[in-house]
């Protein structure tokens, strides 16, 4: 059974925060992705570790928050924004940030061309990549998923 639910006008306060419309933005035009939100610094503890050992503070950099609707369910799309980062650090940051299930390695795939970090578990897997505007890409989603929505953000967000 699915839920789902939608606050056109939340109270102050409340709903999702929109820290980086832009960012945010992108995302959308990546196959209709929806559920967006982002936030000025992030989440989780282990890249806000990894960014602060490239000098980045939390407000430095901001995140964006979707799912990317696909034919085989949505895959979670994490959009990491700092701009004083170089491409390939933030890359490695982002993608040792992430999660992955026990004793999963990470490889390398082209997806449109280009090099992508990949990881793939028993239930799902996991691609992170940059794009041409300095952007590091994380997504998370069941196999087969993530190809599609990696295509869909190299093809919206090309320069």
């Given at each position: 059974m699915t839920f789902s639910f939608r606050i056109d006008n939340p109270?102050?306060?409340?709903?999702?925060p929109h820290d980086d419309v832009i960012l945010e933005a992108r995302l959308a035009?990546?196959?209709?992705?929806?559920?967006?939100?982002?936030?000025?610094?992030?989440?989780?503890?282990?890249?806000?570790?990894?960014?602060?050992a490239l000098?980045?503070?939390?407000?430095?950099?901001?995140?964006?928050?979707?799912l990317i609707p696909t034919a085989r369910g949505h895959v979670m799309a994490e959009a990491v924004h700092a701009?004083?980062?170089?491409g390939d650090a933030l890359r490695i940051a982002v993608r040792d940030s992430a999660f992955v299930e026990r004793g999963t390695t990470w490889g390398e795939r082209a997806v449109a061309g280009r090099p992508i970090d990949w990881a793939v578990g028993r239930r799902?897997?996991?691609?992170v990549f940059t794009d041409d505007q300095g952007v590091a890409f994380h997504l998370a989603g069941e196999h087969g998923s993530v190809a599609f929505a990696a295509e869909q953000l190299l093809?919206?967000?090309r320069v």
């Open positions: 109270p102050p306060g409340f709903g999702p035009r990546a196959s209709g992705a929806t559920s967006l939100m982002s936030r000025r610094g992030v989440g989780s503890p282990k890249l806000r570790s990894a960014l602060r000098g980045i503070t939390r407000r430095e950099s901001t995140s964006a928050f979707a701009p004083s980062a170089a799902f897997e996991v691609a093809a919206s967000t």
